[in-house]
């Protein structure tokens, strides 16, 4: 069934609103032939990941998708079958009216932000508060079977692996963001935010006996690097040597780009909501730098993460990689935790490809959302 949808999206800081907002709008139009429009208050972040979008204009068509300037005076408009307020945010007010106005109410979704922790599971989809006669429910992606489950497009997992058979391709596309890998290299990206504790970090890297060959996306982590290399500035293209480790600062790329750097490296270190998703489709091992939240509740989500991840690795792989994640995300010792994960690399590898291919057997966050509407007409 053709349906129109809404999306909403403030971006509060950083990508992963609009990062998410964005995937799930061109699935919603590309797969299940939605007609989308993506309201986004500010395009800029937008513009970084996706160099088409004009931040000047109102309104624009991107994949299929009509991208709307969500402007503070808003325009009167009418509503779609399907609303989705990104991350809970509100709704103009003038636009729940035209909701309640209608003559077949809409499904009104509060897509909210991803975690492991089991109470997610009974809340998806309950009912959440009411505007006039239109109800809003609750919408929980996430890891679990009764979760919204993950953003995944359609053909994903198996572009990842032909992408990772090919080692003409994934040299092609190095080569196209300026890289060419140091022989022999573990290749590792690193995408976080600042980080008292990467020194320590790179300090075991350059220190190993393996070579490491670090790949920046040019964001905040950028000043933490700088700062290790005692150098002055740091712009992309760069290149420094430290022993073992080779530092190169990438341009922030395209999302799709993003991607195949992900399924190039042997170890991505990545953060928030987005990057950490994308990782996992790599079936690659990785690292999760949680975004902060007061009272530290987000070392709750971390745990709880961490517990249905490692569930099935042998005690010790476990051990090892709970301990990195921690030390990485609570100034813990990151030196000896490293060593720690090297000693189960292959064990923590083997993983990744399997917990991959366990959370692709649900259903995609799309997909979910188009059933529940489905169910809910
Ligand atoms: O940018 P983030 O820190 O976003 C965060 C989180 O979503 C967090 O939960 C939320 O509360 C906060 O925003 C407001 O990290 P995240 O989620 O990984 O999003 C990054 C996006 O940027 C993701 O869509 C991938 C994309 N990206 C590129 O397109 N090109 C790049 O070069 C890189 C490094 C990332």
Redo the contacts with the bound molecule.
């Keep these: 069934m053709k349906a129109c949808c809404d999306i909403f999206c403030r971006?509060?800081?950083?990508?992963?609103?609009?990062?998410?907002a964005?995937?799930l709008a061109k699935q919603l139009a590309v797969e299940h032939s939605y007609e989308v429009r993506l309201w986004v208050d500010n395009a800029h972040?937008f513009k970084?990941?996706?160099q088409e979008i004009n931040v000047q204009l109102d309104q624009q068509w991107q994949e299929g998708v009509q991208v709307c300037h969500w402007r503070t005076d808003w325009p009167q408009t009418e509503s779609a079958d399907v609303v989705i307020a990104a991350?809970s945010c509100q709704l103009p007010l003038n636009y729940m009216e035209a909701m309640a106005a209608r003559e077949r109410t809409p499904l009104w979704i509060n897509l909210d932000?991803?975690s492991a922790e089991d109470w997610v599971t009974g809340c998806n989809r309950l009912p959440s508060v009411k505007f006039k006669s239109v109800q809003k429910y609750f919408f929980f992606p996430g890891f679990r079977l009764g979760t919204g489950g993950l953003l995944r497009e359609v053909g994903l997992l198996a572009q990842r692996q032909a992408f990772q058979q090919e080692v003409a391709v994934q040299r092609q596309f190095l080569q196209s963001v300026g890289v060419i890998p140091i022989a022999d290299a573990r290749l590792i990206?690193l995408?976080a935010?600042e980080n008292a504790n990467l020194a320590s970090w790179l300090d075991i890297l350059a220190m190993d006996r393996h070579v490491t060959h670090l790949l920046v996306?040019?964001?905040c982590i950028i000043s933490d690097v700088q700062h290790w290399l005692e150098v002055t500035s740091l712009a992309v293209g760069d290149m420094h040597q430290r022993n073992a480790l080779t530092v190169q600062v990438?341009?922030?790329?395209?999302?799709?780009?993003?991607d195949h750097?992900l399924w190039c490296c042997d170890f991505n270190v990545?953060?928030?909501?987005?990057?950490?998703?994308?990782a996992q489709w790599a079936g690659r091992p990785l690292l999760w730098h949680i975004?902060h939240q007061d009272k530290n509740i987000h070392l709750d989500k971390l745990n709880a993460f961490l517990e249905l991840y490692t569930t099935t690795l042998s005690q010790a792989a476990k051990t090892a990689v709970v301990a990195l994640w921690q030390a990485w995300n609570t100034d813990g010792d990151m030196m000896q935790t490293w060593k720690m994960l090297l000693e189960h690399w292959q064990e923590v590898s083997l993983h990744s490809q399997k917990w991959c291919l366990e959370q692709s057997l649900q259903a995609d966050l799309a997909t979910s959302l188009v059933k529940f509407y489905e169910s809910w007409i």
């Design positions: 971006v509060i800081d950083n990508y992963g609103d609009i990062g998410i964005w995937r972040a970084r990941m996706r991350f932000y991803l990206s995408f935010y996306p040019y964001d990438l341009p922030f790329m395209r999302q799709e780009q993003y750097l990545v953060r928030g909501e987005d990057s950490f998703v994308r975004y």
